[in-house]
């Protein structure tokens, strides 16, 4: 006799919990719907166990459990780190000088504004930390993880004879 499975995929909706997919199988024989609420800040691998759910380990014995494992899916933007979230920001090189602001889209719809101060030029490569802004932490409701930005500084590709003179008599020579 062969088996028949139900398969389900489905996409978070979540917006805390972006790229988050379900899939699990069910035979046809006990289809039934169980609703798996993902809480924002669960990390890769929290279990989600319902208990007698799953096949019955022999005929007419008792059903055993039906466990659901969390799987994280890549961001285009955020990796995740524990509680904390790290992203790449691209910077033109006279923000980076002059000051300025740059600006990130979190995985919860907001856009987050990152002020470059004048008085502190940002070099390339160079990390800020934002407190608060990182994974929701599940097992302190309120508390979030930190955001950890990399500057990616954006040199011009060409300047003209005329500013590069100007830069040289600008910056200091080290």
Do not use: Y
Request: charged share 15%.
């Amino acid at each position: 006799m062969q088996a028949m499975f139900l398969v389900f995929f489905l996409p978070s909706t979540h917006r805390a919990v972006p790229g988050l997919t379900l899939c699990w199988l069910i035979p046809l024989s006990r289809a039934q719907v169980l609703e798996v609420n993902i809480k924002p800040g669960w990390k890769e691998g929290t279990k989600i166990t319902f208990s007698g759910k799953g096949d019955e380990l022999a005929p007419g014995g008792p059903a055993a459990d039906l466990v659901f494992v969390i799987k994280q899916q890549p961001h285009p933007t955020f990796t995740r780190t524990g509680n904390d979230l790290h992203a790449t920001v691209k910077l033109p090189l006279v923000a980076a000088l002059t000051g300025g602001s740059a600006s990130l889209q979190m995985p919860d719809g907001r856009t987050l504004a990152l002020p470059v101060s004048a008085a502190q030029p940002v070099s390339h490569g160079s990390t800020r930390v934002v407190a608060g802004e990182g994974m929701p932490i599940s097992k302190q409701p309120g508390r979030r993880g930190d955001l950890h930005v990399k500057f990616e500084v954006l040199f011009p590709r060409q300047l003209s004879q005329q500013q590069k003179e100007q830069l040289r008599h600008i910056l200091p020579a080290q």
